[in-house]
Structure formats: structure tokens, C-alpha cells
């Protein structure tokens, strides 16, 4: 007799990204509940499943949801507002005064809506975010049905958000137990960088990620200027200053780690850290390669992250795979280094692992969240597809993402975000033009 399941789905192709880097042709994937309960040949699902809804992809390769390990969701509304410079030339003269004058809960929480229908559309199912107010980011991502860790932001100078390092943090807090019991929405404690928190505010921010068992997830050696103006203040370097605090852990993302010496490199193998590596924004930033090639042969799992729409300009995962692979490629003079499925893994498993999220999304496998993405390769410019990975890492783009669903729910249908109209979202982006253009005249 066969079993009722809510949603079978059926592709030409599916990459669990499992461990023995699987290409699994004519499977399909049956979910109940949310979750994914079997994952078998598609004649053999049709026997064994009958199934509320089917979803047929002939021309497809379905893959686990990816994950944006570090962004900055709010600041989609700033995309281009300020191109071509240097990072704190960028910051102190542009995004700064900006965020100064707009940044408020309405901020916020429209810039992250526009954000996460960006996300969704491209295939981003799970977001790591650092931003202000997060209650009414939060909000925006709920609206939208997308999983989202949620950073307690903390900078020890005072904003339109809060006045202290304690203020940050307690309102913080309150956002994280307000949405306590969602399971979409989860959170970290988020120091901004070395560079704006001072020791005994990382002092309370480590008390408090043992306490309440968070990943600390924090800008890192994003800059040369970084390291050296720490040099002058602090006589060490950002990261020995962050390992002497405690900071240096099993619980830290260390976002962008740009310049790392061999024992740096070391140290944070040592000690279980994860790192989100963010290609097209140090590109853009003119920050530099970071040497992801050597962090990789030392195990430490490195997942993806667009940063911000102000610095990249793009919240695209499939081109920061093809950015990571190609970056490692040219700075190691190694063809081999990042292939294909060490990019997808960056983008799914990485950084589920990153978040301790690894036990319920990342990959397609039973019991896990059915947070997936279909790909269609139909196209002309996706044809022949000898390798489905390989097409994800370095032809096909988020344009050919098709369908997303987050626990078995669609979010996206024919290229369609669901929760939210085009004309809504676009509304909401000329209301914020009008009001930042202000600034730039």
C-alpha cells in the first residue's frame, strides 16, 4: 500500500550534496510535514507515494536551498548609492551619513522585504543578516516565508538605533525573545567588527553567546587598513586581539577574513571557526583574495555571503560559486582548487554548518527541512549539459531558478516570488529612491 505524502517532487536531476558528491538522475524527492522523507528513483516514488501535490521538473536539477552566510539585507535600498571607492572611504562618506538621516524600523523593514524577494528569486532560501533593528527584519523575512538568522548588531558609537553597547544588546535581545518558538527565524550576536567594539563589550558578547548558545558573527581582516590601525591601537593584529577576548571559538563566523597569515589560518582551524567568504564584495571593494584555497586544506568549512547590495551590487549565491571557484583558481594558479562541488558546498552545506543549522538544512537528505531550489536547464545557453554541478557553478545564473520552496512551501513558482506582488515591491523601491535621492542631490 502506498504512503500519503504532501509534495513529491520529481527532477531529471538532484544533488543532495551529500558526501559522495551525488548526481542522482530521474529522482524525486517526497516530503511530508515540511520535511523530507524519502529521496528515491522516480519510478520507485510513484509506487510508493501518493502524494496531495506532484511537481514534475523534466528539464531541472533540484538542489538543497542556498544559504547567504553574511549580508546586510536592509542596505538593498543604497544599492549604488555609492560606487568605486575604497571600504571606509565608502563608509565614512557615503553610507554612514545615509544611514545617519533614513535608517528607522520603516527602513528596514522594506529594504530587507526587497531583499528577501531578491534572495528567493535567486534561490537563496536561508540568510544570515547584520543589520539594525532587528525585530523589523525579522518581520520582512516572516512576510515573506524565508528562514533568516537575525544579528544582535553591536557597535560601542551610537546610532538612530540605540546609544551603547548595551542598548544594542538589550534591544536585541528582546527582538530574539519576541520570536522565540518561530522556526524560521533564528539569530546570533553580531559585533559589527574589531574596528567599532571595544574589549569589554566582545568580553560581554562571548558571557553571552555561552550563555545562550549563539554564533558570534563578526567582520574580520576584511582590510590591510584593518590590521594595521589595530596594530597602532592595540600593539596585535585584529585576530590575536579577538582569541586573547575569547571571541575565537567553535561559535565564530568570521565574515570576509580577507588577509590571514599561514598561522592565523591556523588558529582558526584550531579552534572550529567557520568563516563566510564574500568574493564579489572584496572585489568590488578593491579588499583583495582572500586565501580561501589554504583555508579549505585546513577543514575549516567557508560558506558564501553577498555582504550588502551597497557594496556588491548583486544578493546573487550562484555568482559569488562562481566567483569563489575562479578566484582561488587564478591566485593559486591551481585549475583544480574549488571545483564545482566544493562551490555548492560552500553555498549549502558550509553554511548551514556555520550557523548550526547543519541538522535540518544544507542538503537533501530524510528528516531534514525541505528548503530546495529547482534550476531549469532547458535553455539554449545551458545546452548540452554534460555535468549538472558544473552548469550550476559556471554557466547557468539565478535567472534559471525556477521554483523554491522553504519546509515544502512554495516561495517561488515559475520565477514567481509568491507572498508579494512585483508591483508592491517595486512601489516600495521608488518610495525609498524619492526619499534617499535627497541625499545625492
Known amino acids: 500500500m502506498s504512503e500519503q505524502v504532501d509534495l513529491l517532487i ?64 536592509a542596505m538593498t535600498l543604497m544599492r549604488g548609492i555609492a560606487d ?108 559589527h567588527a574589531p574596528y567599532t567594539v571595544s574589549d569589554a563589550t566582545f568580553s560581554r558578547i562571548v558571557s553571552l553567546s555561552n550563555e545562550l548558545d549563539l554564533p558570534i558573527h563578526i567582520h574580520i581582516h576584511e582590510t590591510t587598513q584593518e590590521i594595521e590601525d589595530s596594530l597602532k591601537q592595540y600593539g596585535e593584529r ?68 553577498t555582504d550588502g547590495a551597497a557594496s556588491n551590487n548583486r544578493l546573487d549565491i550562484f555568482q559569488e560559486m562562481r566567483m569563489a571557484a575562479l578566484l582561488a583558481k587564478v591566485s593559486t594558479q591551481d585549475a583544480a582548487t574549488i571545483p564545482a562541488n566544493t562551490a555548492l558546498r560552500m553555498a549549502t552545506q558550509y553554511g548551514a554548518r556555520a550557523l548550526g543549522l547543519e541538522h535540518a538544512i544544507g542538503s537533501i537528505e530524510t528528516g531534514k527541512w525541505a528548503d530546495l531550489c529547482a534550476v531549469d536547464l532547458s535553455p539554449f545557453e545551458t545546452q548540452p549539459c554534460f555535468d549538472p554541478v558544473s552548469h550550476l557553478v559556471y554557466c547557468a545564473g539565478r535567472e534559471h531558478v525556477s521554483d523554491v520552496w522553504i519546509a515544502g512551501q512554495a516561495r517561488v513558482s515559475k520565477k514567481q516570488v509568491l507572498q508579494k ?14 526619499k534617499l535621492s535627497s541625499r545625492i542631490d
Open 10 to 73: 520529481s527532477a531529471r536531476w538532484v544533488v543532495p550534496v551529500d558526501a559522495a558528491d551525488s548526481t542522482l538522475e530521474h529522482h524525486s524527492v517526497a516530503i511530508r510535514d515540511g520535511r523530507i522523507v524519502d529521496v528515491v528513483p522516480t519510478n520507485i516514488a510513484h509506487e510508493r507515494y501518493r502524494a496531495t501535490t506532484e511537481t514534475r521538473l523534466p528539464d531541472h536539477v533540484l538542489i538543497p536551498g542556498l544559504i547567504n552566510l553574511h549580508t546586510h539585507a
Open 238 to 305: 585584529p585576530l590575536e586581539r579577538l582569541a586573547r577576548l575569547g571571541v575565537v571559538d567553535s561559535q565564530l563566523i568570521g565574515v570576509h577574513a580577507v588577509h590571514l597569515t599561514a598561522g592565523e589560518i591556523q588558529t582558526l582551524a584550531r579552534h572550529g571557526c567557520t568563516l563566510a567568504h564574500c568574493p564579489t564584495s572584496n572585489m568590488k571593494l578593491a579588499s583583495g583574495i582572500a586565501p580561501i584555497a589554504d583555508v579549505l586544506k585546513h577543514n575549516i568549512p567557508v560558506g558564501l555571503g
Open 84 to 191: 568605486d571607492l575604497p571600504l571606509m572611504t565608502w563608509l565614512q562618506t557615503a553610507i554612514w551619513p545615509t544611514e545617519a538621516k533614513h535608517v528607522s524600523p520603516a527602513f528596514v523593514r522594506d529594504g530587507t522585504l526587497l531583499a528577501a524577494a531578491e534572495m528567493l528569486r535567486g534561490g537563496i532560501t536561508t540568510c544570515n543578516d547584520m543589520y539594525f533593528y532587528p525585530d523589523a527584519a525579522a518581520d520582512a523575512f516572516n512576510t515573506l516565508g524565508m528562514r533568516c538568522v537575525i544579528g544582535i548588531t553591536t557597535i560601542d558609537f551610537p546610532t538612530t538605533y540605540a546609544a551603547s553597547a548595551d542598548e544594542y544588546l538589550s534591544k536585541g535581545l528582546a527582538a530574539r525573545d519576541a520570536w522565540r518558538g518561530n522556526p524560521l527565524v533564528h539569530f546570533t550576536l553580531a559585533p
Open 421 to 434: 506582488a512585483d508591483n508592491e515591491l517595486l512601489g516600495v523601491a521608488r518610495v525609498w529612491q524619492n
